[in-house]
């Protein structure tokens, strides 16, 4: 199973992933992780994008780009993944199709999780009280809301047309969502 997920700050998006990478035996490739690992290593990687995250900025493309090339290339990528955070703008679609494309591997589904937007930045206040994230202040917040609709959501409309798009409730308990995204994504593929 070769996914990617999409969905605003908030929805839950990771929460799913890992666990939709644990039901169907693929790996959970999280471009925000993958920075946030970085920046608690301090490599030359993380301090290169630090500033850019904290303020809730995008990384650059080429960046991006380059990390999740790197991981897919790998020949677990062929076994299945799930992409959680890329891409995010129409450049970052064009550069994954490239890379999908020179390692011979297909999407089976990009799943879209919805939310309306107070129920999203309630959940997101209650994960800065409890993570601490240091892209969780109100205004790094408000700046990630505004990228993700200016810039990803025109992607889910992108892959409806080519017939990829599963459109999921986000609302509910954890379990429920992922019971609804492995029925969806079972009568889908
Ligand atoms: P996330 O955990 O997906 O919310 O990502 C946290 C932060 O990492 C984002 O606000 C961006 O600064 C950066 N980031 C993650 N994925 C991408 C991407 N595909 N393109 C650019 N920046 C990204």
Redesign the pocket.
């Known amino acids: 199973m070769h996914l990617l997920i999409m969905g605003p700050?908030g929805v839950g998006?990771?929460t799913q992933a890992v666990r939709l990478g644990q039901h169907y035996g693929i790996q959970n490739i999280?471009?925000?992780?993958i920075?946030?690992y970085n920046i608690k290593r301090q490599t030359e990687l993380g301090k290169k994008?630090k500033a850019?995250?904290d303020a809730?900025?995008?990384?650059?493309?080429e960046?991006?780009g380059e990390l999740?090339r790197d991981v897919l290339c790998l020949e677990n990528a062929r076994e299945g993944f799930i992409l959680?955070?890329?891409?995010?703008?129409h450049n970052?679609v064009i550069d994954l199709d490239a890379t999908l494309d020179e390692f011979s591997l297909k999407l089976d589904a990009a799943i879209s999780l919805t939310a309306d937007r107070e129920e999203l930045v309630e959940r997101m206040l209650k994960r800065a009280e409890i993570e601490g994230r240091d892209?969780d202040t109100p205004d790094?917040i408000n700046k990630?809301l505004e990228?993700y609709d200016t810039q990803t959501a025109p992607l889910v409309n992108h892959y409806r047309t080519r017939g990829l798009l599963l459109s999921v409730d986000g609302i509910g308990s954890v379990e429920d969502i992922t019971n609804r995204i492995i029925k969806e994504l079972d009568a889908f593929v």
């Open positions: 700050q998006k990771g999280s471009t925000g992780d920075f946030r994008v850019v995250i809730g900025e995008l990384v650059t493309d960046l991006t999740v959680d955070g890329y891409p995010r703008n970052q892209d790094a990630r990228i």
